[in-house]
Structure formats: C-alpha cells, structure tokens
C-alpha cells in the first residue's frame, strides 16, 4: 500500500533551524556530482544559514514545508517576481533522496501554484542547474524552458535555465 501523500504547512520562524538542516542534507547529494564541492559549501553558508533564512523571510520569501509522518522531507522558498507581479519565483524546491519520486515535489508544486493563483498570478518560475536531471522532472510537472542563463556568482557561474509553468 502507498504512503499517503505529504502534508504540505506554512513555514514560520520556529521552523528556520528546520530548513537549514534538510538544506545541509540534501543539497550535499544532489549537486556534488556536477558542482564543485567548493561553491555547494559558499552557497549553502550564503544562502541557508540560519541568520539568512530569517532575512529572506523577512524580505517576503514565503517558505513551506512537506511532512511526511510528522517528519520534514522538504520544503519550498517562493515569492512573487520582483520584475513581474504576475510570476511567482520558486526560488527553493528541496525534496530528500528518500522521498524523491514519491508525489512530494508535486505536493510542493502545487502548493505554490495554488498560492499564486489565490493572488490571481498566471504562471510560476524556476531556475535550474543545466546539468541537473531534474530538468526532466520539471518538465513534466509542465514546465518549459525559456530561457538559459549564466549567472555570476562570487567566482563561480551558476549555469541554469529559467523554466516556467502557465496556471
């Protein structure tokens, strides 16, 4: 029989230590096959220190959380897209290994874009390593690739296409 899908709740402060722990636990597995070891560690002490988590929050982020059996298996960062209002940004989709190909990341998808359809938004956006076999995911959860960027960040390039999804 199927594990029920996750429940999907709204993160708060409290849950920040939370975040920063899966980030840790999943980031490590996920990139180290196609980033260099030295930029998954910049980026996780820029992007997912406690302290940072909390000024993302505070500058608008929304973050979720996926629970499964009371036990956090992911979570989502999104916020509307500064240059266009009617786009929300998935800026974090985050998902661990054990829980991948489960309906999660689908629960956290969907979660999203029911937010952003509530705040009458007409599609959703997500950037992505080129190189990462989630493109394939994310291409079927109904995303296109519209654009391919490369973003300078502290020395490194993060190679990534824009995707996004119509609502």
Request: no cysteine; charged share 20%.
């Amino acid at each position: 029989m199927r594990k029920p899908l996750p429940s999907i709740v709204a993160a708060t402060d409290a849950d920040v230590a939370t975040i920063h722990r899966l980030a840790h636990a999943i980031w490590w597995p996920t990139y180290r096959d196609y980033i260099p070891h030295a930029q998954i560690a910049l980026m996780l002490a820029n992007q997912y220190t406690e302290e940072a988590l909390h000024a993302q929050m505070e500058a608008g982020q929304h973050f979720s959380l996926a629970l499964h059996d009371g036990q956090t298996v992911g979570f989502a960062g999104f916020r509307p897209k500064p240059a266009d209002p009617l786009v929300m940004r998935i800026e974090k989709l985050y998902v661990l290994a054990s829980e991948q190909g489960k309906g999660t990341g689908k629960r956290l998808i969907g979660h999203v874009a029911e937010a952003a359809m509530a705040l009458g938004m007409h599609s959703l956006e997500l950037n992505v390593n080129r190189d990462n076999p989630a493109v394939t995911y994310y291409r079927h959860q109904g995303f296109v690739i519209t654009e391919t960027v490369d973003i300078p960040y502290h020395g490194y390039v993060l190679n990534d296409f824009v995707m996004q999804k119509s609502l």
